[in-house]
């Protein structure tokens, strides 16, 4: 069995997949203080609720957004799993061409989202990922990566209203009644839920006019369905696009 991992600046997600099907997942908050002997306890205490076992992980695949995070992984998977993992970064084969300026500044993640949603859904289209940040990326028909698109994250945002004015409350991430909002918990959440549907659609549409046609629309991530359903231009939700996107790299680099 395969456990692909995905280390996010918010969230760190694992899936253990078994051929092509995900068999468990599981998503904790990112922690740059644990060691690896730390994430193998809570590990221990998760795999058996799943019908598994550390002897059962026969190769690991690692996506990271928090380079530190990237040697506890590696120690975890050697010294637990006995294997040694692949990471994603330059060299790695993906199936995916990176046309922009500089290739190296593309986080692995949204290289892995785009490989597994093109190879979901063909092309061209335009991959949402609602995570700390929000990000559109653009991916031609062929599957070449193009760029994209960068906001604050929905809950940054929500926490940078907090933190900066002083009579704000927090406020939970839960759709308002209406977008006028009676007090000031229900105008913040029209604010940030309403106002990122409006960013996300004057987004896709600007993208979909420079890609030349009606691009698909996948998104993932954390808070993908609470946008997801205030809006049409949204065509699948797949909240676990990098975990197969991990699975589909590690095939292909296991061909070379």
């Given at each position: 069995?395969?456990?692909?991992t995905?280390?996010?600046?918010?969230?760190?997600?694992?899936?253990?997949?078994?051929?092509?099907?995900?068999?468990?997942?599981?998503?904790?908050?990112?922690?740059?203080?644990?060691l690896?002997?730390?994430?193998?306890?809570?590990?221990?205490?998760?795999?058996?609720?799943?019908?598994?076992?550390?002897?059962?992980?026969e190769?690991?695949?690692?996506?990271?957004?928090?380079?530190?995070l990237?040697?506890?992984?590696?120690?975890?998977?050697?010294?637990?799993?006995?294997?040694?993992?692949?990471?994603?970064?330059?060299?790695?084969?993906?199936?995916?061409?990176?046309?922009?300026?500089?290739?190296?500044?593309v986080?692995?993640?949204?290289?892995?989202?785009?490989?597994?949603?093109?190879?979901?859904?063909?092309?061209?289209?335009?991959?949402?990922d609602?995570?700390?940040?929000?990000?559109?990326?653009?991916?031609?028909?062929?599957?070449?990566?193009?760029?994209?698109?960068?906001?604050?994250?929905?809950?940054i945002?929500?926490?940078?209203?907090?933190?900066?004015?002083?009579?704000?409350?927090?406020?939970?991430?839960?759709?308002?009644q209406?977008?006028i909002?009676?007090?000031?918990?229900?105008?913040?959440?029209?604010?940030?839920?309403?106002g990122?549907?409006?960013?996300?659609?004057?987004?896709v549409?600007r993208?979909?006019?420079?890609?030349?046609?009606?691009?698909?629309?996948?998104?993932?991530?954390?808070?993908?369905?609470?946008?997801?359903?205030?809006?049409?231009?949204?065509?699948?939700?797949?909240?676990?696009?990098?975990?197969?996107?991990?699975?589909?790299?590690?095939?292909?680099?296991?061909?070379?």
């Amino acid at each position: 069995m395969l456990l692909a991992t995905d280390i996010g600046n918010t969230n760190l997600v694992l899936g253990v997949f078994e051929g092509e099907r995900l068999k468990a997942t599981w998503r904790f908050s990112t922690d740059v203080h644990k060691l690896a002997d730390e994430y193998a306890a809570v590990l221990a205490n998760l795999l058996p609720l799943k019908g598994l076992a550390f002897s059962d992980i026969e190769s690991a695949i690692i996506s990271s957004s928090v380079p530190p995070l990237v040697a506890v992984f590696e120690e975890l998977c050697q010294r637990y799993f006995e294997v040694t993992p692949t990471v994603v970064g330059p060299g790695t084969k993906t199936g995916v061409r990176i046309s922009i300026d500089n290739p190296r500044e593309v986080g692995a993640d949204r290289v892995v989202n785009a490989a597994a949603a093109h190879r979901l859904y063909g092309g061209p289209l335009i991959v949402i990922d609602f995570g700390t940040a929000t990000t559109l990326d653009a991916v031609s028909a062929e599957g070449d990566y193009l760029g994209g698109a960068i906001a604050p994250g929905i809950e940054i945002s929500a926490e940078a209203l907090f933190e900066h004015a002083a009579k704000l409350p927090r406020v939970e991430m839960v759709r308002p009644q209406k977008a006028i909002g009676g007090n000031s918990v229900a105008a913040m959440q029209s604010g940030i839920i309403f106002g990122y549907v409006g960013l996300v659609e004057g987004l896709v549409a600007r993208m979909r006019k420079e890609l030349g046609g009606k691009a698909k629309v996948i998104a993932t991530g954390g808070l993908a369905n609470i946008i997801a359903k205030e809006t049409t231009i949204i065509d699948a939700l797949e909240p676990d696009l990098t975990l197969i996107g991990l699975s589909l790299i590690y095939e292909l680099n296991l061909r070379r």
